[in-house]
Antibody
Framework: EVQLVESGGVLVQPGGSLRLSCAASGFTFSTYWMSWVRQAPGKGLEWVANIKQDGSEKCYVDSVKGRFTISRDNAKNSLYLQMNSLRAEDTAVYYC???????WGQGTLVTVSS | QAGLTQPPSVSKDLRQTATLTCTGNSNNVGNRGAAWLQQHQGHPPKLLCYRNNNRPSGISERFSASRSGNTASLTITGLQPEDEADYYCSAWDSSLSAWVFGGGTKLTVL
């Protein structure tokens, strides 16, 4: 069974940093593109970033370019999102998702507030 | 980044058919088609169809997708109470090198 489990979401002050993790199991992690998708409270889905199987290609939504970094460790079956210079508008549930969004984790809540 | 356009809400009667639309452009929906996701309140999204009408295993045949030009559609037949949810479309935008989502359609089953 495919499982994606996110962690690392907390309350953080504006300007702060945070690292989210996503632990994958039940499939060959190293053979799939992976994405981070977020959902602000009461709002729709917003794709944040994705990363190729070997980590050689990464894409980001404009609003996080230069602030967020996606990475992966295929040996640990893990996906990461390093979030710097956080803003109030980054407040959301962050999901990791596989490939064409065929599997999702339960999400982790990031709250940016003073 | 420009997103895809979905009607905010659709209401249909039980056992009727609902068709949800998603409009993009030639760089996204018109290029590789769209994926459709269903999200119930408080739960993560679930993929219903991808690249127009490929359904993951376990997804009911009541859900089907199609595309005409830059507009993708999701048709749900024989509406059930459990179909009441938010529905999102998504497509890879080749000019933005980014996935774009629609704003979502809230489907109400009367």
């Amino acid at each position: 069974e495919v499982q994606l489990v996110e962690s690392g979401g907390v309350l953080v002050q504006p300007g702060g940093s945070l690292r989210l993790s996503c632990a994958a199991s039940g499939f060959t992690f190293s053979t799939y593109w992976m994405s981070w998708v977020r959902q602000a409270p009461g709002k729709g889905l917003e794709w944040v970033a994705n990363i190729k199987q070997d980590g050689s290609e990464k894409c980001y939504v404009d609003s996080v370019k230069g602030r967020f970094t996606i990475s992966r460790d295929n040996a640990k079956n893990s996906l990461y999102l390093q979030m710097n210079s956080l803003r109030a508008e980054d407040t959301a549930v962050y999901y990791c998702a596989r490939d064409v969004f065929d599997s999702w984790g339960q999400g982790t809540l990031v709250t940016v507030s003073s | 980044q420009a997103g895809l356009t979905q009607p905010p809400s659709v209401s249909k009667d039980l056992r009727q058919t609902a068709t949800l639309t998603c409009t993009g452009n030639s760089n996204n929906v018109g290029n590789r088609g769209a994926a459709w996701l269903q999200q119930h309140q408080g739960h993560p999204p679930k993929l219903l169809c991808y690249r127009n009408n490929n359904r993951p295993s376990g997804i009911s045949e009541r859900f089907s997708a199609s595309r005409s030009g830059n507009t993708a559609s999701l048709t749900i037949t024989g509406l059930q109470p459990e179909d009441e949810a938010d529905y999102y479309c998504s497509a890879w935008d080749s000019s933005l090198s980014a996935w774009v989502f629609g704003g979502g359609t809230k489907l109400t089953v009367l």
